[in-house]
């Protein structure tokens, strides 16, 4: 507005005020001034000179109107003009407002009618932005249709905003938008209510809310945790599944929220919307009286209907597929969280629970141990030396724990919730997938926490990501295309974002920090104030305090960093974490259990849990933040900005000031500015004219591409402000492109309906030929029917003239024929009398001629018999005879022995022919006999004809070989030399030949092979060339060499590669030089398309070609030799058959084959194979499993029974479930199963198609349809039949490879890490080679590569899946190599991986288990079948037949080869290797099973049985599957109670003796012990059965592998015996394996009559001279496998030991109890032991007592022969050596004083004396060096103690033995400290002296000086803080008002318990235990002092 220009009076301007523009009205004009009036009501007045278009402009009618719905299309475009549109539009109800396309939402806190009605959904389907009004439909319209212009590109929608501004609301109207788009595209039509997998999704909504939203002061319904939730569409358009990701939950709102909030809604809706039964269950009252809910003092909220939600969210979750059970378990969850809120805490020596009820509670609904709750939360365990010890924890601390254990059980409550979710709206596959982002927006509270840090911190990435997509990428793609621009200023807040997250910025500050012990919230303060002071986005209160600000994008924020660092570290400590694991509810314990909660054990984690750094909360948030922006970078973006109108949450409330710093900060007004100004749509030249074609005729021709663009542009737009050309792509307004759209579907159905035209005149005109045609043939039919119907009258009088005259010639030859019968059979009755009298006649003559024969034989053998006596008897006379020439007679001899040999062999040969003749007869007879019986229909002929028939041939070829043997003997012998000559001469010019024309055809072939492969040789030279430049030494050039043999085919001595073979896939290793690994199994989703075809296939130049069928499935590429296009193939063994002595029963091999119904079996699997033979499926009688061999099925049909016999029972289960499923299948059920053609099983090879290179085309004249596939150790040469089958193919491998390693988003991390070479060590040392690699890691593997080109050759994989581990190495390898290591442990190979960064570590750690987490779990058959026995256990016969169908699950005798149960990958923990040599856990699996095979005939059965139990206590994993193994043995066995399975059940014994399965297998163990005991009830089977069940139920956790003597006892299902000692005597009790220390107790306390006891008894380990309080939890059995393991370690015998514990009241204990007694041992005791301070003279007094009550008085003959049992020997040396400390040297001459005249003791005065009149120092120096001299000196004052003890023991003449002893406990009682137990320690602070006493009592500790009888301090238990063992060997106590006392001490562990029991005995008398603990523990004695506590008698 120029100066002086003054709008006229009531004009609407917009005026800067305030240092914003405003909305205002032309007040007056007078004396030069104008006034102003601003919509808010102030008056501003200006001078008329001052106006200026800067001050005041006018206000355009768009702008007062308030219409403008894209204010990109503002006349005046400023905040001013920008504010004012879109009040106006909120005032009016419209409260969309576009941006180009992003989508401005004011928030109206008011339900608007008809904004969001099925209506308006329907109007905005298919419609284009623009043609509405501005709506989230509109959005998400477009979003939807995106998705096919981009050709199935990813799409998400981000909505952001602050807290309150409808984020949630609007992700909900999408949603609901995207389900009614996706049903209607199904047509299922409008308003379906099915629960679909839509429905499902938008069920979803409502439990999340009540899950994760709460009431805060912004926002009645505030979501406060993030959620990603990606929606994935099909081809058609419809959901198929989705998926929901959870980010940073707040969960520490559970236990605590500012005022006027609330906390989750669950919570109220529970309490609200509960039945009153539900309430009595859960024990809930009001939410006034919950801790957790009162604290804000809001709990009821007018805009919340508490009891509505609990009703939504109920039925939300039965939509869901959550169980009744589910839902109950939710409950009980939520309820156990409010109880344990309301647990409160006192201070007794430590914190302690005050009030019962609530942790009673608490500990009922979440099923564990009340008491074990109570010590989890009061106490901290930590292993000393092998022992527990249990610190108490302060009331702060207690609370923590408390706390914490609320919150993580809401969080495991709410991850398990998403996964359910995310289990029902799972789907398999997608086309594309529109991901929705509905993320916590800005807060900035009063009080700011870690919670908030995170929540803004997110939203700076979320910012940045805006900025970068709507202006950095924006005009840097306007600059690189050339487009004529001005650069529009906006902020960046990348600044902001290298503040928080840069290498040393806040969150490596707060890792670091939460990393030290010793880090504080101060420290940390500390830290930043330090390091970023200079930082112009870092703020510094101006106040020293602990807070810290940000310059954030939306504003200044300043955080209390109170509760950082614990928030950060979210401690959870392992003694809550393990209580929860103990639980007896399925759900509390599968939410914690070990593998899938964090804390895994460390097998799964490789390290101890101990050593294992978890990840931060705060580095947690950032992996997943980095994540998501990962993915939202790989799709193309919407974005929705809500607005908050105000902050109270009014309606019709707008605050211009609030929501223009909304709009500054978010970058809305320069967001406004580059959409005015810019071209957000972009598309290439090629793209553009394919859309756009219909619109114009356009050339073929591509050099014009950019003209023709031009002209369909100028069409629309001839002026060009709409539009530009770049270099390569056209960019447009979104108002052309609307335009565009418009015109293109016009002409689309302008072309569409003359299409439809000619296609309906087509179809009218066909519809007419038809009706003709139709009307011809019914007249053809009418006119036939007529003249038929007279054909037939005519016919039918014929007939019946015909019938009579038939009938009267039949019975005319009736007659002639009976005469004919009557005389025939007269004439045969004949003709049989005759046949028989000839008969008779024959038989006569016939039996004279034999007799005849008979007896001419019989005179013929005596002739002969006659002749060869005569024989023998000249021969004899001949030898008699002397040799005149012997040379002659031995040469006769030998003459005549060949002669008779030769004999002998011709008529032998001649036998053998003639019996085979005979055989092959009788053979065909037999086969005759069987064809007969075949046609007579006879079932019992053998089952192998066709065997028999091959047989018969094979031996009648064999008989006819024979015979032209013979025959031609003696023609070949004549013709053999004259046959050879010519053979000789033929090969001779033959080889001539054949050499000239192979050379001439070998130089064809090479030539042609030159020219076709010229480019791949191209390529392996410039791959030679780059590897030669990396190698140098000899190895070098032999991989190289290696390389080249590989990529060349024309190298003529390649190492052939047979593709006939088993086709592994090698992952090749260049770096190792190593073998290639083994065949790896793909894991890949089938995300490729599925082809198949026949191929020519060679794997190189000296291999030939072969026809294969290959099949590309599942991203792996198989081939085979036939086609497979079958249900189901395979090799099987098929049993032959026969009688004869050639068709023996034997079982061939066989290729079979289902198709359809027929089940056919050839020679081999080729193409055109033989058929053997056929089955018909359908018409068999009966499929059976129960062969006649392992692994066997049998086919019975009418004519025989087929015996087949698989490789493996899951190949058997395989084949019998799918032979019986076609046997009762139906038509259309068979056509689905033709579906399944491929098996990778079957094939002759396969290929995984991620570890292909390149696929390309070869240039081969000869092969015009060649291609090469090339791989990183392999070159395949395929063919194909057409060149159209080549190319589908190329692209079908090219696009199933993918390009991850180009730079493409598939990638979830990728960078430099280095890889260990040759054979694996994992670790550094000077023969470690390390080469630098890049990997990637991708969703389905680990790909490496050797170096970041996009072309680089990748040199290997690993496949990952939910049974890969990730090992992360311990801080020392860092420390002494230099490098962090990490290990990946796949199926076949691990990756040992190196970096010298931390922070990489963790982020490849990290993502790595992320993937393998994400991975869905592989399920073994054994698993499935273990869920299909628990459905079917109700139905007994549903289990029979799974049991029979299933050999998997029964006995076998032969050995496992994979175990049955998943298990992780890798070698076991590296210190159980190296000591005991495991493997890794597949192996040692397979080796239990053969160890159980060996069972029986094993010599040794317990040793066995002990290995067994020891790897199953050290390999935790291997319990599961042990147990599956025993089931399987135990099944199915033929007699039950037979050796071997006796035995087997003896393991199972011990098993369920030391160990329990985890819960899913426990459920089917005792499933199996209970059908043994039910189907063999009175068998020694049964029996083990029904004693595995009772162990079952008692077992507990066990610490040591059974003892020996146990495994005895097991093994015999009886009790244990062990000996129990005491003072004087010992007692022999019996135990099992499950009793406990507290129950010997009592039965011993009950035996020895001691219940009305003073003070309390336990059980001791007594060896080594250490007594050890054993704990009332402990396992007896266990303690005694610990004294059998130390016996064997250590060579030393240990004893359990009774006596007393505490001492309660020790003083006022009756003299005459057996108590007493046990008061006065341990006493006396304590005095020898030296624990006793008192007098020399006291000491002598009991020593004379003790005697007097074991000896009786004192006779002339008594002396004391060991003075140490009753004397403190250790007293006596001190002094003695004291005393030798103590002596001055003293010159003769000195003179003394008088008071050394007096001898202090015998000793001093014998040392005196033995020095003499010499030098005293030297004397002394004498002594102390000679040992024989001490010891001569220590027997002296031993044997003067001794006459001392024996002169007070005769004063004590005629005193009782009960007056002795209690003369001795008065005296012992007279010392103040009587009582409390004493402790050795020393001090290590100079608050006391070193050598201490700590002496522990009923009410107080104690500290003395060691022999004094004074303490020197004394601390209540009410004054005691804490006390533990911080480090080992040092004990720490703190004490009010006092520095803590720290002491050294080998009894840290002893001094704990005895504390815990005294003050467990404080409390219990201080509060009151209350009736509900009572209830809870019906079992437990009141008195919890005890150590063992009183419990049932075993």
Same mark, same amino acid.
């Given at each position: ?836 009298? *000839?008969? %008779? =006649?024959?038989?006569?003559?016939? #039996?004279?001629?034999? &007799?005849? /024969?008979? +007896?001419? !034989?019989?005179? @013929? $053998? ?103 043997? *013979?025959? %031609? =003997?003696?023609?070949?012998?004549? #013709?053999?030399?004259? &046959?050879? /000559?010519? +053979?000789? !001469?033929?090969? @001779? $010019? ?116 072969? &026809?294969?069928?290959?099949?590309? !499935? ?126 990778? !099983? ?753």
């Amino acid at each position: 507005m120029p100066p002086g220009s003054v709008p006229c009076v009531g004009c609407r301007v917009q005026l800067w005020h305030q240092g914003q523009w405003q909305p205002a009205s032309v007040d007056t004009e007078q004396d030069d001034h104008v006034t102003y009036t601003t919509d808010a009501g102030q008056s501003v007045t200006y001078p008329l000179s001052a106006l200026n278009h800067d001050l005041v402009q006018p206000m355009q009618d768009d702008n007062m109107a308030g219409s403008v719905e894209d204010m990109a299309n503002l006349s005046d475009l400023n905040e001013g003009s920008i504010l004012e549109n879109i009040r106006l539009r909120y005032v009016g109800n419209r409260i969309y407002t576009y941006i180009g396309h992003i989508l401005c939402a004011v928030n109206p806190y008011k339900p608007i009618e008809d904004l969001y009605s099925r209506g308006c959904i329907q109007a905005y389907k298919k419609k284009h932005i623009g043609d509405l009004p501005p709506h989230i439909f509109a959005i998400a319209n477009e979003c939807y249709y995106a998705m096919w212009k981009a050709g199935g590109e990813n799409q998400c929608i981000l909505i952001s905003g602050e807290s309150g501004a409808g984020k949630t609301e609007s992700t909900k109207f999408i949603l609901q938008f995207l389900s009614e788009m996706s049903q209607v595209s199904v047509g299922s039509g409008e308003g379906s209510t099915d629960t679909s997998v839509e429905q499902a999704i938008l069920q979803s909504s409502p439990i999340m809310e009540a899950f994760g939203n709460a009431k805060t002061v912004y926002n009645n319904n505030s979501s406060r945790f993030g959620k990603f939730i990606q929606l994935q569409f099909n081809e058609k358009g419809s959901i198929t599944g989705g998926r929901i990701q959870d980010y940073l939950l707040e969960k520490n709102r559970v236990v605590g929220q500012n005022p006027d909030e609330r906390n989750y809604h669950i919570f109220y809706s529970l309490i609200a919307g509960s039945t009153p039964d539900i309430k009595e269950v859960l024990c809930l009252t009001e939410a006034s009286e919950f801790h957790y809910l009162n604290q804000s003092g809001c709990i009821n909220d007018s805009t919340i209907n508490d009891q509505e939600d609990f009703s939504k969210v109920l039925h939300a979750m039965r939509v869901m597929n959550f169980s009744e059970k589910d839902i109950l378990d939710v409950w009980c969850l939520l309820a156990s969280i409010l109880h344990v809120g309301n647990i409160k805490f006192v201070t007794t020596a430590g914190a302690q629970v005050a009030d019962k009820q609530a942790l009673s509670n608490a500990a009922s609904l979440l099923r564990v141990d009340m008491l074990g709750l109570a010590e989890a939360l009061t106490q901290r365990s930590i292993f000393l030396r092998g022992e527990l010890i249990s610190t108490p924890l302060e009331v702060n601390e207690a609370a923590d724990s408390r706390d914490s254990l609320a919150m993580n059980l809401y969080k495991a409550c709410f991850r398990w919730i998403i996964t359910k979710i995310n289990s029902r709206i799972y789907g398999n596959g997608h086309y594309s997938s529109i991901g929705v982002l509905d993320i916590f927006g800005f807060e900035n509270f009063q009080t700011n926490r870690f919670e908030q840090f995170n929540i803004n911190y997110a939203n700076e990435k979320l910012q940045e990501y805006f900025n970068k997509h709507i202006f950095s990428l924006e005009q840097l793609e306007y600059n690189r295309e050339g487009i004529v621009w001005t650069d529009i200023d906006w902020v960046d807040n990348g600044e902001c974002l290298d503040l928080v997250e840069r290498k040393l910025g806040i969150l490596d500050l707060l890792d670091e920090e939460s990393r030290f012990p010793k880090g504080t919230d101060n420290t940390f303060v500390d830290k930043l104030h330090g390091g970023h002071k200079e930082n112009a986005f870092f703020l510094k209160p101006k106040v020293a305090s602990r807070m810290f600000g940000i310059k954030h994008y939306a504003g200044e924020v300043y955080y209390d960093t109170q509760g950082f660092l614990d928030k950060n570290r979210d401690t959870f400590r392992d003694d809550i974490l393990n209580i929860l694991q103990e639980s007896r509810s399925d759900f509390i314990y599968e939410l914690f259990d070990t593998d899938a909660y964090a804390n895994r054990t460390s097998l799964k984690s490789g390290t101890a849990t101990r050593q294992r750094k978890k990840p931060t909360v705060s580095s947690q948030f950032k992996e997943s933040l980095r994540s998501l922006m990962t993915t939202l970078s790989a799709a193309n973006p919407f974005f929705v900005r809500c607005i908050k109108p105000n902050s109270q949450k009014l309606p019709d409330t707008f605050d211009p000031e609030l929501v223009l710093s909304q709009l500054r900060y978010s970058g809305m007004l320069e967001t406004v500015r580059i959409r005015r100004a810019g071209y957000p749509v972009r598309r290439t030249f090629d793209d553009f004219c394919y859309r756009y074609r219909v619109l114009v005729r356009l050339s073929s021709s591509d050099e014009d591409i950019k003209s023709h663009c031009s002209g369909v542009l100028q069409l629309v737009d001839d002026t060009g402000k709409e539009w530009q050309l770049g270099k390569t792509k056209v960019f447009l307004r979104e108002r052309l492109e609307c335009e565009l759209e418009k015109r293109r579907e016009a002409e689309l159905h302008r072309v569409a309906t003359i299409i439809q035209a000619g296609f309906k005149g087509h179809q009218a005109r066909r519809q007419f030929h038809r009706a003709k045609q139709s009307i011809v043939v019914i007249q053809k039919n009418y006119k036939a029917h007529f003249w038929r119907k007279a054909f037939v009258q005519v016919r039918q009088a014929t007939v019946t003239l015909q019938k009579f005259e038939r009938s009267r010639r039949a019975r005319h030859l009736l007659q002639r024929l009976r005469e004919e019968k009557r005389q025939e059979e007269e004439r045969q009755h004949q003709l049989r009398e005759e046949e028989r009298r *000839q008969r %008779e =006649e024959e038989e006569k003559v016939k #039996e004279e001629e034999e &007799r005849r /024969l008979l +007896e001419q !034989k019989t005179i @013929e $053998e005596k002739a002969k018999f006659e002749e060869k006596r005569q024989e023998e008897k000249r021969l004899e006379e001949e030898r008699k005879k002397p040799c005149i020439c012997p040379m002659c007679g031995s040469r006769r001899e030998m003459e005549k022995q060949e002669e008779i040999r030769q004999q002998e062999q011709k008529v032998k040969e001649k036998q053998e022919l003639r019996k085979l003749e005979f055989e092959v007869l009788d053979e065909l007879d037999n086969l005759i006999e069987e064809c007969m019986m075949l046609e007579l229909g006879r079932s019992d002929i053998d089952d192998n004809l066709d065997d028999k028939l091959e047989d018969w041939a094979k031996a009648k070829q064999e008989l006819a070989m024979l015979r032209a043997q *013979q025959a %031609e =003997e003696a023609r070949l012998a004549e #013709e053999a030399k004259q &046959r050879a /000559l010519e +053979e000789e !001469k033929r090969f @001779e $010019e033959f080889a001539k030949k054949k050499a000239k024309e192979d050379a001439k055809r070998m130089e064809q072939e090479a030539m042609s092979r030159l020219r076709a492969e010229a480019e791949q040789e191209r390529r392996r030279q410039e791959a030679q060339r780059k590897w030669n430049r990396t190698l140098s030494t000899k190895k070098g050039e032999e991989k190289r060499e290696s390389v080249d043999s590989m990529l060349s085919e024309s190298d003529g001595t390649q190492e052939r590669s047979s593709l006939d073979e088993s086709g592994d896939e090698l992952d090749m290793d260049l770096d190792d030089e190593s073998p290639s690994s083994p065949k790896r199994h793909s894991l890949l989703p089938e995300v490729t398309p599925y082809f198949h075809a026949y191929l020519m296939m060679k794997g190189g130049v000296m291999n030939t070609w072969k &026809r294969r069928w290959c099949v590309l !499935k599942d991203d792996t590429l198989m081939w085979y030799r036939g086609k497979q296009a079958s249900i189901k193939s395979g090799w099987l063994a098929k049993k032959g058959g026969g009688t004869g002595t050639l068709s023996r029963r034997s079982w061939k091999t066989r290729w079979f084959v289902l198709r359809g119904t027929t089940l056919s079996y050839h020679e081999n699997d080729e193409e055109g194979a033989k058929q053997l033979g056929s089955i018909d499926v359908k018409s068999c009688k009966e499929i059976l499993d129960n062969g006649l061999k392992e692994n066997a099925l049998s086919i019975v049909t009418e004519a025989r029974t087929y015996h087949l016999v698989a490789e493996t029972p899951e190949e058997a289960s395989q084949w019998y479930n799918v032979l019986t499923s076609v046997y009762s299948a139906t038509d259309e059920e068979l056509r689905e199963m033709q579906d399944e053609q491929a098996n990778p !099983k079957n094939a002759a090879g396969t290929l995984d198609v991620a570890l292909i290179d390149s696929v390309y085309a070869s240039d081969n004249e000869s092969k015009p349809h060649q291609f090469v596939i090339i791989t990183a150790n392999r070159v395949f040469t395929c063919c194909s039949d057409t060149a159209e089958e080549m190319h589908h193919w190329i692209s079908c491998l090219q696009r199933s490879k993918g390009d991850v390693h180009s730079g493409g988003q598939d990638f979830i991390t990728r960078g430099w890490l280095s890889k260990e070479t040759g054979k694996p060590t994992g670790t550094v040392n000077k023969s470690t080679t390390l080469k630098k690699r890049w990997f990637v890691l991708t969703a389905h593997s680990l790909d490496y590569y050797k170096s970041s080109d996009t072309n680089s050759q990748k040199l290997g994989t690993l496949i990952l899946d939910s049974l890969c581990r990730v090992v992360q190495a311990d801080a020392e390898m860092y420390e002494q190599t230099g490098y962090y290591m990490f290990t990946i442990h796949g199926r076949r190979r691990s990756f040992h991986l190196f970096t010298k960064l931390h922070t990489e570590v963790q982020q490849w750690v990290q993502s790595l288990q992320e993937v393998i987490d994400s991975k869905v779990p592989i399920v073994t058959p054994t698993q499935q079948l273990i869920t299909d026995l628990r459905d079917a256990s109700m139905n007994s016969e549903a289990v029979d037949q799974i049991y029979q169908r299933n050999p998997i699950l029964r006995h076998t005798p032969h050995p496992l080869k994979t175990p049955l149960l998943p298990l992780p990958y890798g070698d076991v923990n590296a210190n159980l290797q190296k000591e005991k040599g495991y493997t890794n856990l597949q192996e040692e699996a397979v080796k239990i099973f053969n160890s159980l095979l060996q069972i029986e005939t094993a010599a040794d059965q317990i040793s066995i049985v002990q290995n067994i139990l020891e790897t199953c206590h050290d390999l935790k994993y291997l319990k599961d599957e042990v147990y599956c193994q025993l089931i399987k043995q135990t099944m199915g066995v033929a007699d039950v109670d037979s050796i071997g399975n006796l035995r087997v059940w003896q393991i199972m014994a011990c098993m369920c003796c030391a160990f329990q399965p985890t819960r899913n297998v426990i459920r089917y163990l005792k499933f199996h012990l209970k059908r043994c005991k039910e189907k063999f009830p009175s068998t020694e089977m049964a029996k083990f059965a029904a004693f595995c069940g009772d162990s079952l139920r008692r077992c507990k956790g066990r610490e040591y592998v059974p003892s020996r003597d146990e495994v005895i006892a097991i093994l015999g299902r009886r009790d244990m015996y062990t000996t129990v000692h005491c003072y004087g005597s010992s007692c022999r009790i019996s135990i099992n394996s499950s009793t406990t220390a507290s129950e010997v107790v009592q039965r011993l306390v009950r035996g020895m009559n001691l219940e009305e006891t003073h003070n309390t008894f336990a059980l001791f380990e007594r060896g080594a001279g250490q007594d050890k309080a054993i704990d009332g939890k402990a396992i007896v059995a266990d303690i005694l496998a610990k004294f059998e393991k130390l016996k064997e370690e250590e060579e030393t015998d240990w004893k359990l030991f009774f006596r007393l514990f505490c001492f309660m009241d020790p003083r006022n204990v009756p003299t005459n109890s057996l108590e007493y007694d046990f008061m006065f041992e341990q006493a006396h005791e304590d005095v020898i032991h030296n624990r006793f301070p008192s007098s020399e003279e006291t000491l002598q007094y009991l020593a004379a007592y003790r005697l007097q009550y074991k000896e009786g008085d004192f006779s002339k003959s008594g002396w004391i022969n060991d003075l140490g049992q009753v004397y403190p020997m250790e007293r006596l040396r001190r002094r003695v050596k004291s005393t030798k400390e103590n002596i001055a040297p003293v010159s003769d001459k000195t003179e003394r004083p008088a008071t050394t005249k007096r001898k202090s003791n015998f000793l001093e005065g014998t040392l005196r004396r033995s020095f003499g009149k010499g030098g005293h120092k030297k004397a002394r120096q004498q002594v102390l060096g000679e040992d024989a001299q001490l010891i001569h000196l220590l027997k002296e004052e031993e044997s003067s103690t001794t006459s001392a003890v024996i002169a007070k023991w005769k004063m004590l003449k005629g005193l009782t033995k009960e007056e002795a002893q209690q003369r001795y406990m008065r005296a012992v009682m007279d010392w103040s400290g009587y009582g409390a137990t004493l402790f050795d320690v020393e001090c290590k602070d100079r608050q006391h002296p070193v050598d201490l006493w700590l002496a522990v009592s009923v009410d107080e500790i104690a500290l003395y000086k060691r022999g004094e009888e004074r303490p020197l301090a004394s601390y209540a238990y009410d004054s005691i803080l804490s006390f533990g063992a911080p480090v080992p060997n040092t004990y720490k106590i703190v004490v009010e008002d006092k520095e803590p006392m720290m002491f050294e001490t080998s009894q840290v562990v002893e001094i704990a318990k005895l504390m815990k029991a005294y003050i467990n005995s404080l409390v219990k008398k201080r509060y009151s235990w209350r009736t509900s603990y009572h209830s809870y523990r019906k079992s437990v004695d009141s008195d919890d002092i005890l150590l063992s506590p009183t419990v049932t008698q075993s």
